[in-house]
Protein backbone atom coordinates (compact mmCIF):
# COMPACT_ATOMS: atom_id res chain seq x y z
CA UNK A 1 0.00 0.00 0.00
CA UNK A 2 2.98 2.18 0.92
CA UNK A 3 5.30 1.33 -1.53
CA UNK A 4 7.21 4.44 -2.92
CA UNK A 5 6.67 6.52 0.23
CA UNK A 6 8.70 7.23 2.53
CA UNK A 7 8.24 7.32 6.38
CA UNK A 8 10.26 9.66 8.52
CA UNK A 9 9.52 8.33 12.67
CA UNK A 10 11.39 9.87 15.55
CA UNK A 11 11.92 8.09 18.25
CA UNK A 12 12.32 4.75 16.66
CA UNK A 13 14.94 3.26 17.55
CA UNK A 14 12.97 0.82 19.92
CA UNK A 15 9.54 1.02 21.55
CA UNK A 16 6.66 2.11 19.86
CA UNK A 17 8.40 4.12 17.21
CA UNK A 18 9.92 0.83 16.24
CA UNK A 19 6.68 -1.13 16.27
CA UNK A 20 5.04 1.77 13.90
CA UNK A 21 8.25 1.83 11.70
CA UNK A 22 7.83 -1.80 10.61
CA UNK A 23 4.33 -1.44 10.52
CA UNK A 24 5.21 1.18 7.93
CA UNK A 25 7.97 -0.74 6.30
CA UNK A 26 5.50 -3.88 6.01
CA UNK A 27 3.70 -2.29 4.01
CA UNK A 28 6.46 -1.10 1.55
CA UNK A 29 7.62 2.35 2.30
CA UNK A 30 11.01 3.07 2.93
CA UNK A 31 11.76 4.29 6.39
CA UNK A 32 14.10 6.85 8.42
CA UNK A 33 15.04 6.19 11.77
CA UNK A 34 15.76 8.19 14.63
CA UNK A 35 16.99 8.22 18.29
CA UNK A 36 19.85 6.81 20.45
CA UNK A 37 21.39 3.65 21.36
CA UNK A 38 21.58 0.56 19.15
CA UNK A 39 20.99 1.39 15.34
CA UNK A 40 21.86 -1.33 13.27
CA UNK A 41 19.38 -3.72 15.56
CA UNK A 42 16.36 -1.41 14.25
CA UNK A 43 17.59 -1.19 10.88
CA UNK A 44 17.68 -4.63 10.82
CA UNK A 45 14.38 -5.11 12.01
CA UNK A 46 12.94 -2.51 9.67
CA UNK A 47 14.62 -3.87 6.38
CA UNK A 48 13.19 -7.58 7.36
CA UNK A 49 9.80 -6.25 7.96
CA UNK A 50 9.40 -4.48 5.00
CA UNK A 51 12.09 -7.25 2.71
CA UNK A 52 9.48 -8.44 0.61
CA UNK A 53 8.75 -4.98 -1.05
CA UNK A 54 12.77 -4.01 -0.93
CA UNK A 55 12.16 -1.39 1.55
CA UNK A 56 15.43 0.54 2.39
CA UNK A 57 15.80 1.56 5.67
CA UNK A 58 18.34 4.94 7.53
CA UNK A 59 18.80 6.34 10.53
CA UNK A 60 19.62 9.99 11.44
CA UNK A 61 20.71 11.28 15.54
CA UNK A 62 19.45 14.11 15.66
CA UNK A 63 19.16 15.58 19.08
CA UNK A 64 14.95 16.25 18.72
CA UNK A 65 15.71 19.05 21.32
CA UNK A 66 17.71 20.65 18.85
CA UNK A 67 15.92 22.87 16.08
CA UNK A 68 19.36 22.65 13.76
CA UNK A 69 19.97 19.09 14.18
CA UNK A 70 16.09 18.73 13.35
CA UNK A 71 16.56 20.45 10.30
CA UNK A 72 19.47 18.59 9.20
CA UNK A 73 17.68 15.59 9.47
CA UNK A 74 14.95 16.58 7.72
CA UNK A 75 17.11 17.63 4.88
CA UNK A 76 18.74 13.97 5.05
CA UNK A 77 15.37 12.39 4.56
CA UNK A 78 14.28 13.85 1.64
CA UNK A 79 18.12 13.88 0.23
CA UNK A 80 18.16 9.86 0.66
CA UNK A 81 14.57 8.96 -0.11
CA UNK A 82 12.84 12.11 -1.46
CA UNK A 83 9.99 13.85 0.00
CA UNK A 84 8.42 12.51 3.48
CA UNK A 85 5.34 11.27 2.66
CA UNK A 86 4.59 10.06 6.37
CA UNK A 87 5.66 11.74 9.29
CA UNK A 88 5.42 10.18 12.76
CA UNK A 89 6.07 12.07 15.81
CA UNK A 90 7.03 9.89 18.33
CA UNK A 91 9.77 11.16 20.63
CA UNK A 92 9.37 11.59 24.30
CA UNK A 93 11.09 11.88 27.54
CA UNK A 94 9.56 11.32 30.97
CA UNK A 95 9.99 12.76 34.57
CA UNK A 96 7.95 12.42 37.35
CA UNK A 97 7.95 15.28 40.19
CA UNK A 98 4.65 17.32 41.63
CA UNK A 99 4.80 20.87 40.18
CA UNK A 100 6.24 22.82 42.87
CA UNK A 101 9.25 20.43 42.94
CA UNK A 102 9.77 20.10 39.07
CA UNK A 103 12.95 20.78 37.85
CA UNK A 104 13.18 23.50 35.47
CA UNK A 105 15.70 22.15 32.98
CA UNK A 106 13.44 18.82 33.44
CA UNK A 107 10.10 20.89 32.01
CA UNK A 108 12.53 22.67 28.97
CA UNK A 109 13.64 19.45 28.04
CA UNK A 110 10.42 17.40 28.26
CA UNK A 111 8.35 20.52 26.27
CA UNK A 112 11.15 20.72 23.93
CA UNK A 113 11.17 17.17 22.65
CA UNK A 114 7.56 15.82 23.50
CA UNK A 115 6.05 18.79 21.91
CA UNK A 116 8.55 21.90 20.18
CA UNK A 117 9.86 19.12 18.06
CA UNK A 118 6.88 18.05 16.29
CA UNK A 119 6.23 21.70 15.88
CA UNK A 120 9.44 21.42 13.69
CA UNK A 121 9.55 18.42 11.56
CA UNK A 122 5.92 19.41 11.14
CA UNK A 123 6.40 23.19 9.46
CA UNK A 124 9.52 21.08 7.76
CA UNK A 125 7.70 18.53 6.14
CA UNK A 126 4.77 20.17 5.03
CA UNK A 127 5.74 22.30 2.11
CA UNK A 128 6.39 19.10 0.01
CA UNK A 129 3.26 17.26 0.93
CA UNK A 130 1.19 20.44 0.06
CA UNK A 131 2.64 20.19 -3.57
CA UNK A 132 1.71 16.42 -3.75
CA UNK A 133 -1.12 16.80 -2.11
CA UNK A 134 -0.36 13.60 -0.21
CA UNK A 135 0.74 13.38 2.90
CA UNK A 136 0.05 11.95 6.30
CA UNK A 137 1.13 13.33 9.84
CA UNK A 138 0.78 11.20 12.58
CA UNK A 139 1.62 12.55 16.48
CA UNK A 140 1.84 9.94 18.87
CA UNK A 141 0.31 11.56 21.95
CA UNK A 142 -0.89 9.58 24.89
CA UNK A 143 -4.04 9.42 26.85
CA UNK A 144 -2.16 11.86 28.69
CA UNK A 145 -3.12 13.97 25.93
CA UNK A 146 -6.71 14.11 26.64
CA UNK A 147 -6.59 13.15 30.86
CA UNK A 148 -4.22 14.53 33.55
CA UNK A 149 -2.36 12.21 36.22
CA UNK A 150 -0.42 13.76 39.41
CA UNK A 151 3.39 14.13 38.96
CA UNK A 152 3.41 14.46 35.39
CA UNK A 153 2.90 18.42 34.86
CA UNK A 154 5.22 18.55 31.76
CA UNK A 155 4.27 15.21 30.64
CA UNK A 156 0.42 15.71 30.34
CA UNK A 157 1.22 19.59 29.34
CA UNK A 158 3.29 18.76 26.22
CA UNK A 159 0.75 15.90 25.07
CA UNK A 160 -2.49 17.80 25.58
CA UNK A 161 -0.50 20.56 23.21
CA UNK A 162 0.72 17.98 20.94
CA UNK A 163 -3.27 17.60 20.57
CA UNK A 164 -3.45 21.16 19.69
CA UNK A 165 -1.19 20.82 17.53
CA UNK A 166 -2.88 17.96 15.80
CA UNK A 167 -5.78 19.96 15.66
CA UNK A 168 -4.65 22.85 14.02
CA UNK A 169 -2.75 20.86 11.20
CA UNK A 170 -5.31 19.22 10.36
CA UNK A 171 -7.95 22.26 9.90
CA UNK A 172 -4.82 24.37 7.99
CA UNK A 173 -4.93 21.50 5.46
CA UNK A 174 -8.62 20.00 5.17
CA UNK A 175 -9.16 21.00 2.04
CA UNK A 176 -6.12 19.08 0.57
CA UNK A 177 -4.39 15.04 0.73
CA UNK A 178 -2.72 15.74 3.49
CA UNK A 179 -4.17 14.52 6.69
CA UNK A 180 -2.70 14.95 10.65
CA UNK A 181 -4.17 13.16 13.36
CA UNK A 182 -3.09 11.84 16.90
CA UNK A 183 -2.55 8.33 18.66
CA UNK A 184 -3.26 8.68 22.46
CA UNK A 185 -2.04 5.32 23.96
CA UNK A 186 -1.96 4.07 27.26
CA UNK A 187 0.19 1.61 28.91
CA UNK A 188 2.15 -0.08 26.40
CA UNK A 189 4.17 -2.81 26.65
CA UNK A 190 7.94 -1.97 25.66
CA UNK A 191 11.31 -3.12 26.90
CA UNK A 192 11.00 -0.08 29.83
CA UNK A 193 7.60 -0.87 31.09
CA UNK A 194 8.71 -5.10 31.02
CA UNK A 195 11.57 -3.68 33.54
CA UNK A 196 9.16 -2.16 35.76
CA UNK A 197 6.64 -5.10 35.73
CA UNK A 198 9.80 -7.33 36.61
CA UNK A 199 11.16 -4.88 39.13
CA UNK A 200 7.32 -4.40 40.67
CA UNK A 201 7.39 -8.36 41.07
CA UNK A 202 11.16 -8.93 42.46
CA UNK A 203 10.49 -6.19 45.28
CA UNK A 204 6.82 -7.47 46.07
CA UNK A 205 8.03 -11.09 46.20
CA UNK A 206 4.54 -11.56 43.55
CA UNK A 207 4.36 -12.69 40.38
CA UNK A 208 4.77 -11.40 36.49
CA UNK A 209 1.46 -11.33 36.27
CA UNK A 210 0.32 -9.94 40.01
CA UNK A 211 2.70 -7.27 38.86
CA UNK A 212 1.21 -6.61 35.76
CA UNK A 213 -2.29 -6.65 37.12
CA UNK A 214 -1.18 -3.90 40.13
CA UNK A 215 0.23 -1.88 37.76
CA UNK A 216 -2.53 -1.65 35.35
CA UNK A 217 -5.58 -2.03 37.44
CA UNK A 218 -5.70 1.33 38.49
CA UNK A 219 -6.32 3.11 34.98
CA UNK A 220 -6.72 0.74 32.54
CA UNK A 221 -10.09 -1.53 32.82
CA UNK A 222 -9.26 -3.82 30.27
CA UNK A 223 -5.90 -4.89 32.19
CA UNK A 224 -4.15 -5.13 29.00
CA UNK A 225 -1.16 -3.45 27.66
CA UNK A 226 -1.68 -1.98 24.30
CA UNK A 227 1.56 -3.21 22.08
CA UNK A 228 3.81 -1.45 19.48
CA UNK A 229 2.49 -3.42 17.07
CA UNK A 230 -1.26 -2.40 16.95
CA UNK A 231 -0.37 0.73 17.19
CA UNK A 232 1.44 0.27 14.34
CA UNK A 233 -1.09 -1.15 12.62
CA UNK A 234 -3.34 1.63 13.73
CA UNK A 235 -1.01 4.16 12.06
CA UNK A 236 -0.88 1.81 8.59
CA UNK A 237 -5.00 2.61 9.07
CA UNK A 238 -4.12 6.35 9.25
CA UNK A 239 -1.94 5.98 6.03
CA UNK A 240 -5.08 4.30 3.51
CA UNK A 241 -7.35 5.28 1.37
CA UNK A 242 -10.41 4.52 4.40
CA UNK A 243 -8.69 7.12 6.41
CA UNK A 244 -8.30 10.18 3.82
CA UNK A 245 -11.48 12.14 5.58
CA UNK A 246 -9.94 11.05 9.14
CA UNK A 247 -8.66 14.27 10.27
CA UNK A 248 -7.47 16.28 13.58
CA UNK A 249 -8.51 13.22 15.26
CA UNK A 250 -7.23 11.94 18.74
CA UNK A 251 -7.62 8.26 18.86
CA UNK A 252 -6.94 6.68 22.19
CA UNK A 253 -6.25 2.87 22.15
CA UNK A 254 -5.85 2.96 25.88
CA UNK A 255 -7.61 -0.29 27.61
CA UNK A 256 -10.87 1.87 28.36
CA UNK A 257 -8.75 4.64 30.22
CA UNK A 258 -10.03 7.70 28.91
CA UNK A 259 -13.81 6.63 29.17
CA UNK A 260 -14.01 6.02 33.01
Known amino acids: ?27 GANVV ?3 FGDTEGPLAAVREAGKAHGVRAAHHG ?13 AFAASTFGRVDILVNNAGIQHVAAVQDFPVDKWDAIIAINLTSAFHTTRLALPAMQQANWGRIINVASVHGLVGSAQKSAYVAAKHGIVGLTKVTALENATSGVTCNAICPGWVLTPLVQKQVDAKAAAQGISNEEATRQLLGEKEPSLQFTTPAELGELAVFFCS ?8 VAWNMDGGWAAQ
Request: hydrophobic share 45%; net charge positive; charged share 15%.
Open 33 to 35: LNG
Open 241 to 248: AAANNVRG
Open 1 to 27: MLKGKTALVTGSTSGIGLGIAQALAQQ
Open 62 to 74: ADMSKAADIETMM
